[in-house]
């Protein structure tokens, strides 16, 4: 199999997927390790993890600690449509996810003032309160943070928002919990606390405004930090062009 010029993760899921299209591999079976892939094929043990963790993730593939990697389905009837599919593997990368909600949850917030009622204003100081009372404890204040958000992504009225912005918290919470220290916990009872006050206005783009600053001050933070992650899928051996993949 010849590498083409793409990121070398991209290139060990289309052999795998190949190999399991071709029924190398049956339903149930253990296929091969990590150590095997790494000497068989001649890429990085990061690379074949990352590929493996998104067939794990579109439920191809099944690992067992102490066991290892077996295949649970081989009939993935549209595998476009289970590239598209949001994994934790895409949220992974806590920069990415946080442009991801730059872009999405300013116009939540607009969308959401149009359906805001009492309830949405209780359900907002609710998870308001639960910061204030968790602040310290990294788990429980990134929970009610987050629920927070999804308050507002709830009352779009957009299931698509809705939806897509509950798997990117569901899956990101980690990541979120690990960088909350990084944030701060004041920064984030600022923001909260001032979307709030807009919502019980009823001023779409003071909320609209806020959510920007909040999540592209987010951004900035963590550039500034320097802990932006290195692309998991870059290769010592991408910088060469191209490379054979030799068969398992």
Not at 151 to 165: A, D, F, Y
Not at 207 to 224: C, F, P, V, Y
């Amino acid at each position: 199999m010849r590498i083409k010029t793409v990121n070398i993760t991209d290139q060990v899921v289309e052999y795998l997927k190949e190999n399991i299209e071709a029924g190398k591999w049956k339903v149930g079976e253990k296929i091969p390790s990590e150590n095997q892939m790494v000497g068989e094929l001649g890429v990085s043990r990061s690379s074949i993890r990352s590929a493996l963790q998104y067939l794990i993730g579109i439920g191809v593939l099944k690992s067992y600690q102490g066991k290892g990697t077996f295949l649970i389905n081989s009939q993935v009837e549209n595998w476009d449509e289970a590239e598209y599919k949001i994994t934790s593997e895409d949220c992974m990368d806590i920069y990415k996810v946080l442009e991801f909600r730059r872009i999405l949850e300013p116009g939540a917030c607009v969308l959401a003032m149009e359906n805001c009622d009492e309830k949405t204003i209780a359900a907002l100081e609710t998870y308001l309160e639960q910061m204030k009372e968790f602040k310290g404890d990294r788990a429980k204040f990134v929970r009610a943070d987050l629920k927070f958000h999804e308050v507002i992504s709830r009352t779009s009225g957009n299931p698509l928002l809705e939806k897509s912005l509950h798997k990117v918290f569901l899956e990101s919470r980690k990541n979120h919990e690990q960088m909350n220290e990084l944030f701060g916990y004041e920064t984030g009872l600022h923001f909260h606390t001032e979307i709030l006050e807009a919502f019980r206005e009823r001023d779409a783009k003071r909320a609209h405004d806020i959510m920007e600053q909040h999540l592209g001050g987010s951004l900035e933070t963590l550039r500034a930090s320097g802990k932006i992650a290195e692309s998991k899928n870059e290769d010592p051996e991408a910088a060469n062009g191209l490379k054979d993949i030799k068969k398992i």
